[in-house]
């Protein structure tokens, strides 16, 4: 009852938005595994209002340690991504799009490695809501990504900020993505503005 | 005595404490964490600041998120239990900006400037000097406020920053 009364969201537009979060993260997966050669699995997304001081605590707490490439969205459904990957994550995964022996990148420091990481978020993104596009045929712009590692509570402050001004809690459509055999993790949350909510809402028929 | 209370102080979140416990906040990004102190009565307060003014809000519900509502909630929290406001010394930590765009800057990405500008502003409201800072910057930072000792450390992902304290300086 809790989530559903904070959002002022129904059970049945939480489960909307969960649809609409499986169906962008099974696309995303799909070039992700095309882009790696291999198997990806995606757990099915969680989908909540999460009230802002505790959505750090999602990817682990306010201090882990992560690379976080963040994209606005324009069109039809304004919002923020924010894509999340622990810090090993990301070098794993610099090393597998690279076809380097893993374990090789140490950091993510450079400009090539920042924009490896920066070109595949860009790929998930696109696949991710090219998908909500078809299926809400509403049109969903994403801006040229922007990079930064960091505490993810710092990284999320940034983000939840602008959204702050109008809710209390924020609706995270996360994603988990995981390699067999490695360790990859990423989260990707999906933050749409208070009013782009209702957009996407009616779309739905929900 | 009780073993120090450790009390976490999240995103638009505020806490007071008296003589003994540690307060923090981790993982601080556009978002200002004012500390503040009165070292007779060893009152401390502290807030996290999400966004500048509450102006623009459909719902202030959470007086905590703006620098306008949070800073003199704190203050009026911090005088209830005994604290004086003219004895109250601020540090405030924060305000960097994380993401940086390509040649624009847009006011959105602004928002720990004008975090850290509004602070200041409210704070010279209520006359309290700021006798430290650790600001700007594009680095996430997390800080801790020894409440019995009135000392303040700040670090990042790479270690300690910073350390201030409000002992001796609070002579007003």
């Known amino acids: ?30 070039a992700l595994s095309q882009l790696l050669h291999t198997r990806v699995n995606m757990l099915v997304p969680r989908v909540s209002a999460v009230p802002l001081h505790e959505v750090p ?12 490439v963040f994209l606005k969205l324009f069109g039809d459904v304004p919002g923020n991504v924010l894509f999340l990957l622990p810090k090993d994550s990301s070098e794993t995964l610099v090393d597998l799009v690279t076809g380097q022996p893993v374990g090789t990148t140490r950091n993510i420091d450079d400009e090539f490695e920042q ?17 909500l596009t078809m299926m809400l045929k509403l ?6 990504p922007a990079l930064a590692q960091d505490m993810a509570g710092a990284l999320l402050n940034a983000v939840l900020a602008e959204f702050g001004e109008a809710a209390d809690c924020a609706i995270v459509v996360e994603t988990k993505f995981s390699l067999p055999f490695r360790d990859i993790i990423g989260y990707f949350f999906l933050i749409p503005h208070p009013d782009a909510l209702a957009t996407m809402m009616q779309a739905l028929g929900v | 005595m009780e073993p120090s209370v450790k009390v976490g102080v999240g995103m638009s979140e505020m806490a007071v404490l008296q003589d003994s416990g540690v307060l923090c906040s981790l993982g601080l990004g556009s978002c200002v964490a004012v500390c503040l102190y009165d070292l007779s009565t060893k009152i401390a307060g502290m807030s996290h600041i999400m ?14 998120k703006f620098a306008d509502l949070a800073i003199p909630l704190l203050i009026s929290k911090m005088t209830e239990m005994g604290a004086d406001v003219e004895r109250l010394a601020a540090i405030i930590i924060g305000g960097a900006e994380m993401f940086s765009f390509p040649g624009k800057t847009n006011s959105m990405l602004k928002i720990g400037e004008r ?22 910057g594009k680095q996430g930072k997390s800080v801790s406020f020894n409440v019995n000792t009135g000392i303040i ?13 409000f002992a001796g300086c609070c002579d007003r």
């Open chain 1, 139 to 144: 049109v969903m712009l994403p801006s040229v």
């Open chain 1, 1 to 30: 009852m809790m989530a559903a009364d904070m959002s002022g969201l129904s059970y049945l537009q939480l489960d909307a938005l969960r649809e609409i979060g499986t169906i962008g993260a099974g696309h995303a997966a799909t």
């Open chain 2, 51 to 64: 966004l500048p003014d509450s102006e623009h809000s459909l719902d202030p519900g959470n007086k905590g």
């Open chain 2, 153 to 165: 450390q700040v670090r990042t992902l790479m270690g300690g920053l910073a350390e201030f304290s």
């Open chain 1, 115 to 131: 924009s490896v990481i920066k070109e595949i978020v860009n790929i998930l993104t696109s696949a991710h809501l090219n998908a």
């Open chain 2, 115 to 136: 975090n850290i500008a509004a602070a200041k502003e409210h704070l010279e409201q209520f006359k309290i000097p700021i006798i430290g800072e650790s600001i700007a």
């Open chain 1, 57 to 68: 605590y999602l990817v682990g707490g306010p201090e882990t340690p992560v690379v976080g």
